[in-house]
């Protein structure tokens, strides 16, 4: 494995802790740097895996993205997308589903109790079943709310990694869907970098397209899509440098990840492009 010098610039940030590493498209490991087995708490990072888990129950039938779902007029996919119109952390609609792009733990809370619901599985076992035990993913627990309660490694983030870029669990054309723009043209706040117009999201991952200010870099593609946590923790993948990057930390979001990010991001994708 080549090891990549833009990982070790995670030693100059303001935290206690961090770890991070770079998956290819291939699934093969570009480098790593930190503690990569360190348990860390994923805050809003636990959106992606709750949603890979919804489209698993939605392959296996146990569910449909049109069917209702949440206040009235919201479906399955209203709620993946932040369109269903439930306020960010209460169970309140506060626009019509379809309407606005509302940032809403309380979608994703609702979501985990349908799929429970239709599965007759508590959501965080039907996540264990339908996506970590499957992808080896042994020190990843949902431990509360399927919005932000994940506790997980940047071991097991990158099987997640490597998983959405050369997917094994779901048809592909269904991870095509989850990362394209649904809803176009909504706008919202992008939590932590304020209104963004349009605030383009696909089936609970966040998508990069114009977006300024942004957490990812300046060089990322437009399709570049992922999450990041409040915990300071975040994953992205980009579909045209055909390569993932997830990194970890244990410091809560804040200007420090502000102006971190995005440079050690484009210092990633340029050692990459040298390095093909």
């Known amino acids: 494995m080549e090891s990549l010098q833009s990982l070790e610039s995670i030693e100059n940030w303001p935290v ?12 093969g490991l570009a480098g790593s740097h930190g503690p ?25 039938g146990a569910i449909e993205l049109d069917e209702p779902a949440g206040p009235e007029g919201s479906t ?3 709620l993946l997308a932040h369109t269903s119109g439930l306020a960010f952390d209460e169970h309140r609609a506060m626009a019509a589903a379809g309407d606005r792009r509302l940032y ?7 979501l985990g109790d349908h799929i429970a619901k239709a599965t007759g599985i508590p959501f965080a076992e039907y996540l264990h ?10 020190s990843t627990t949902l431990e509360g709310s399927p919005a ?3 506790v997980s ?8 990694a490597a998983e959405l870029q050369a997917p094994r669990l779901l048809d592909p054309r269904t991870v095509a869907e989850a990362v394209s723009v649904v809803h176009p043209g909504r ?23 114009g977006k300024s200010p942004h957490w990812t870099g300046s060089a990322s593609s437009p399709r570049t899509f992922g999450h990041f946590g409040q915990s300071g923790t975040f994953l992205w993948v980009d579909p045209d440098a055909r390569v993932a990057c997830v990194a970890l930390t244990d410091r809560a979001f804040g200007p420090w990840a502000v102006e971190a990010w995005p440079a050690f991001t484009d210092g990633v994708l340029a050692e990459l492009t040298r390095s093909r």
Do not use: C
Request: net charge negative; aromatic share 10%.
């Open 187 to 209: 706008k919202g706040v992008l939590p932590g970098y304020g209104h963004q117009s349009p605030n383009d999201w696909g089936l609970g991952f966040e998508i990069r397209d």
């Open 153 to 160: 490694t940047v071991a097991d983030l990158v099987r997640f």
């Open 76 to 78: 399955v996919r209203h």
């Open 148 to 150: 932000k309660d994940g």
């Open 104 to 110: 809403s733990n309380a979608g994703f809370e609702v």
């Open 36 to 60: 990569v087995d360190h348990r860390f708490p994923l805050a809003s990072v636990t959106k992606p895996l709750a949603a890979y888990a919804a489209l698993v129950a939605y392959e296996e």
């Open 16 to 27: 206690p802790t961090a770890a991070a590493a770079v998956v290819r498209a291939d699934g």
């Open 129 to 138: 079943q339908a996506v970590f035990e499957p992808l080896g993913m042994k």
